[in-house]
């Protein structure tokens, strides 16, 4: 099995900062695609960012330019620099791993429990 662990929520004023990090652990393989989704109240969940093991990137509309995902694939960790936060932002963020555990399957995704981000003044 694979675990995700996520860390890195929290609260903040408009125009701030937060790094989201998500780690997999467990019987891994190899990880493809990592990517960032959020889901705001009363609203169906949605991409944010995603990173493809050839460290390619696209991003939500809303996000582009204010964040950035990254990996560091030693660590099987993939993160989430948020700058210029605004109130629209608020919302519980999920990572989602696609992992290969084993050479002979194929990849399976895998989310994390989530991570409150709430911004606010």
């Known amino acids: 099995q694979v675990q995700l662990v996520e860390s890195g929520g929290g609260l903040v004023q408009p125009g701030g900062s937060l790094r989201l990090s998500c780690a997999a652990s467990?019987?891994?393989?190899?990880?493809?695609?990592m990517g960032w989704y959020r889901q705001a109240p009363g609203k169906q969940r949605e991409l944010v960012a995603r990173i493809t093991s050839g460290d390619s990137t696209n991003y939500a509309d809303s996000v582009n330019g204010r964040f950035t995902i990254s990996r560091d694939n030693a660590k099987n960790t993939v993160y989430l620099q948020m700058n210029s936060l605004k109130l629209e932002d608020t919302a519980v963020y999920y990572c989602?791993?696609?992992?290969?555990?084993?050479?002979?399957?194929?990849?399976?995704?895998?989310w994390g429990q989530g991570t409150q981000v709430t911004v606010s003044s």
């Open positions: 989602n791993v696609a992992v290969r555990q084993l050479p002979t399957r194929p990849y399976d995704v895998y």
């Open positions: 467990g019987r891994i393989f190899s990880i493809n695609v």
